[in-house]
């Protein structure tokens, strides 16, 4: 059974940083794109990034370009997503998910979530 389970959120300073760890199993990684979303109160789920299944290719909404990095250790089949130089607005649920094909921005094409993990950001 596939299965994501995340970790790593909790509360933090605006300018701190996390890394969210999204852990595989049922299945390998390595055959799947993985996305990072986030959903805020009262907000629609937006996709924040994505990691390619062939060639590690990566994606990011504009808002968080230069502060997230997202990479996939095939060995631990985990994906991460660092997050530096966080902001108010960083705050959300964060959620991992997979689709057995390219990366996508849009939540409807993941078929696999994982149960979330919360990220604050506050002084």
């Known amino acids: 059974q596939l299965q994501l389970v995340e970790s790593g959120g909790g509360l933090v300073q605006p300018g701190g940083s996390l890394r969210l760890s999204c852990a595989a199993s049922?299945?390998?990684?390595?055959?799947?794109?993985i996305g990072w979303f986030r959903q805020a109160p009262g907000k629609e789920r937006e996709g924040v990034s994505c990691?390619?299944?062939?060639?590690?290719?990566?994606y990011y909404v504009e808002s968080v370009k230069g502060r997230f990095t997202i990479s996939r250790d095939n060995a631990k089949n985990t994906v991460y997503l660092q997050m530096n130089s966080l902001k108010p607005e960083d705050t959300a649920v964060y959620y991992c998910?997979?689709?057995?094909?390219?990366?996508?921005?849009?939540?409807?094409?993941?078929?696999?979530w994982g149960q979330g993990t919360q990220v604050t950001v506050s002084s």
């Open positions: 998910a997979a689709r057995g094909l390219s990366c996508s921005a849009s939540r409807i094409d993941f078929g696999s």
């Open positions: 049922g299945f390998s990684l390595d055959y799947y794109a």
């Open positions: 990691i390619s299944r062939r060639d590690g290719s990566t």
